[in-house]
């Protein structure tokens, strides 16, 4: 089997509509996703109604400069060329110190059925989400987050208030998922955020199969287990950075917190 090398290029507010004509350089903006699409053959309904949101486009500096339907910005094509957008991870603890995980659903069209942390997703591109400086940007993370842990595990947004989610750093990488769909924290930087909180957890069939807490050992052991999959990223920060975290969740966190650099990996 014979692979190509795609020449990466540094997609700049100049220059985006002209590698990506589908991008529109206002962030709200309404990109439908019709379900005659050739990309969307054979998803779910719902799942396809998801990838009309509107995600935040980004230069490699994590500055929005437009915005594109998630189709456009998971679609590998335009990930190899560049693309970046905006993510973010959250880890939720409970008062054991357990962290909350979910398996994605069977529905799911990127990374279906893996586990991953208890909630991956993308602030929008519209008002209340976005933001150019850092501190915007969290606060627009933290209401996206505060969003998507009701939509996806019903977890409500008074057990989860926005100023306890705790932002510790960027991370910036590529994970392909097949040959059509990716999830690029590589040329999208994903946000990581923690909070501790107890919550009820009603998961949507539609986005998670399964939930469980675990603590760090039993996690390690469910990396041993060869039936398992998990997500690519959930993979790379548990092995670069989530125990060491872990370990200094009740004293010592303070300084993880607030990462000003993006880490590029």
Request: a negative charge.
């Amino acid at each position: 089997m014979s692979s190509t090398t795609t020449q990466t290029q540094t997609v700049t507010a100049d220059n985006v509509l002209r590698l990506f004509p589908e991008v529109n350089t206002s962030l709200a903006s309404s990109h439908k996703a019709s379900i005659d699409d050739n990309d969307l053959q054979g998803y779910d309904e719902e799942q396809i109604r998801l990838m009309e949101e509107v995600c935040i486009v980004l230069d490699v500096n994590d500055v929005p400069i437009g915005s594109a339907s998630k189709k456009v910005c998971h679609l590998m094509k335009n990930i190899d060329q560049g693309l970046l957008h905006r993510a973010f991870s959250v880890f939720l603890f409970d008062s054991k110190n357990r962290l909350l995980l979910q398996q994605r659903a069977t529905e799911k069209i990127t990374f279906p059925d893996m586990w991953t942390n208890t909630c991956c997703s993308h602030p929008l591109g519209v008002p209340g989400e976005t933001g150019a400086e850092l501190e915007a940007a969290v606060q627009g993370v933290r209401r996206a987050a505060q969003r998507k842990l009701d939509q996806e595990l019903g977890i409500k947004a008074a057990q989860v208030p926005l100023d306890q989610f705790q932002f510790l750093t960027r991370i910036h990488y590529k994970a392909p998922s097949d040959g059509k769909w990716g999830e690029h924290e590589n040329r999208t930087v994903d946000y990581i955020l923690f909070i501790k909180a107890d919550v009820d957890v009603e998961a949507n069939p539609n986005e998670a199969q399964d939930t469980r807490y675990v603590t760090p050992e039993e996690l390690k052991e469910m990396f041993k287990d060869e039936s398992l999959k998990f997500t690519p990223w959930f993979k790379l920060i548990c092995h670069s950075m989530l125990f060491e975290w872990w370990e200094h969740l009740d004293q010592g966190l303070d300084k993880y917190l607030g990462e000003t650099e993006i880490r590029r990996m």
